[in-house]
Structure formats: C-alpha cells, structure tokens
C-alpha cells in the first residue's frame, strides 16, 4: 500500500485559526481559569498550541479515550484508556478534540463530564467533519470544518504515524502498481 500526504491546512492556517480560537475563549471567560481537558493522544499538539497563545489562565487535565485503533473509520466503540485526572465539580472544562468524527467519543465524554458537575463545560476541536455524524453532537469552538476524508498531522495519526507533521493532511492509500 502507497501512502501520500496532500496538504489540507498548511502550518501558517493551523496556528493563525488557533490564535482566533485562544482570543475567543479568552473573551468568554476573562478572569476565571479554565480547565483544559486534553483528550490523548491526538489533541496534545492542538491543547499545547491553544494554550499558548491563551491569555485566560489555563490548568491542563488529561485522559485517554479512542475508537479508531489503527483504523481509517471508528470502530463504533469507545474505549476509555484513562479517566479524567483532575476533579471537574465546580470547574470550567474545556473538552479539546483533535477531531469530531462520527460524535461518538465526544458524546461519551461530555455525557461522562456534565454529570460530574462541573460549572461549566464546553467542546473545542480542531476539526469537524459533520458530513460523518452518527451522534447528535455540536462543537462550541471549531478550528475547521472538513469533508469527508481520513486527515493525519498536528496530532491525528494513522496506525501512530504521521502525528509529528506540523500541518494537517488528506492521507491517501493506493495500491502499489507491481
């Protein structure tokens, strides 16, 4: 199998529509501190590059959900690899996804979110493919919305490669002409 890397959002797009999103969560929340919620492992470099460039004081919280595996398509299933590592009650809770799919990981983890009380609890993702949506799901911040397509780079992996590429890609399997 032949794999190609076709730009989607070079490294310059990426990193300026992460600014626009930082100043909009920074106006929403002037003064509080919001709890980043970085879900492993595909949104390490989107939460890192969002909250650099936040004005809003930031703590980081981590967990590990997936339903890909080493797959092009979501297996359907979600699998929870490590809980929340901080308590949400009372919190500012910004979920942040490298990519919103088929709703179905995201669903799971706001539903698991909102009933651990948090203050408040929001979706931010990088990336949003509506044409996909098996769950009713909406993002409340989205870096860019995208057809459908299998995307790999600033965080998003195929079989664990491909998540070091400084912007996002189209990745295209073919066959190998023997």
């Known amino acids: 199998m032949k794999e190609e890397c076709k730009v989607v959002f070079s490294e310059d797009q990426v990193v300026a529509r992460i600014k626009e999103i930082a100043a909009e969560i920074d106006a929403e929340y002037r003064g509080e501190t919001v709890y980043l919620l970085c879900v492993l492992k595909g949104s390490i470099y989107f939460t890192c590059e969002l909250a650099r ?3 809003t004081p930031v703590k980081f919280g981590f967990m590990s959900v997936s339903s890909y595996g080493d797959r092009l398509t979501s297996s359907g ?3 929870m690899n490590g809980d929340v590592d901080f308590n949400v ?8 996804e490298d990519i919103i799919d088929s709703g179905r990981t995201i ?4 539903k698991m979110i909102a009933k651990r009380d ?7 993702t990088l990336l949003d493919k509506p044409s996909r949506r098996a769950v009713d799901v909406k993002a409340d911040y989205v870096g860019f919305e995208i057809p459908d397509m299998f995307v790999v780079g600033y965080g ?3 079989a664990q490669r491909y998540r070091n590429l400084p912007y996002v890609a189209e990745l295209i399997l073919t066959e190998d002409p023997e």
């Open 53 to 55: 460039h936040m004005k």
């Open 77 to 79: 299933a979600v699998t």
């Open 89 to 96: 009650a009372g919190k500012n809770v910004l979920i942040i």
């Open 107 to 110: 669903s799971y983890i706001s």
């Open 118 to 124: 948090p203050a408040t609890w929001k979706i931010c």
């Open 156 to 158: 998003l992996d195929y």
